[in-house]
């Protein structure tokens, strides 16, 4: 009788290992779905680094941009800082005078990255006083980069095509600057006071 036992035990396991050699087995590598889902995956991961590259990128710019309006504001108050005012401050005698970065220079012009005129006059200071403060003007600034042009600054006033966009308490107002910078390139005035 135990051999009868150990005989059936040892067709049930030859019958099992023929099943299983039936069995489907899994191929290497990855299945079509498998496969797609990575490929979006990867396109999703790719459109954020693009655009949180493009938003650095850009940001990088208007600092650049805003450290070259910083320097054009120090260098006309250095250049008159013997004078009570900034009669005769023209394009002519800022650029003559050195105020503008060389890299913004070109024949006798002054330009920023967006290839519109930068510009620099004397001007009524906000209290209305005659030629006691300068505008600069930056033109055709784009407006992606307008609002963050327009409020990362040390001027007494901001003016976003003819607007101003400076508060009662003498800071740019954001919301503001946005509703101005909306629809396209901008100008953009900066008022600095003696």
Known sequence: MSDKII???TQ???SNMRNMRNLPTRQAGYTLPEIIVGVVVAGLVAAAVLAAGKDLIGGTEVDGE???????????KDLYSQRANFSNL???AAIDGGVFPSSMVSDGSA???????????AANDTAGNTDRGFEVVWEGVEEDSCSKMATGT???EVSIDGTSV????GQVDPADAAQQCAGGAAD???LYNK
């Open 12 to 14: 049930m396991e030859i």
């Open 7 to 9: 005989s059936t035990n």
């Open 111 to 121: 330009f920023n990255k967006w290839n519109g005129n930068v510009t620099v006059a």
């Open 154 to 156: 040390s001027a007494d």
């Open 188 to 190: 953009i005035t900066f």
């Open 66 to 76: 805003q450290s070259k309006l910083d320097v054009i504001q120090k260098n006309v």
């Open 166 to 169: 400076t508060d009662s308490t």
């Open 90 to 92: 023209d394009q002519s």
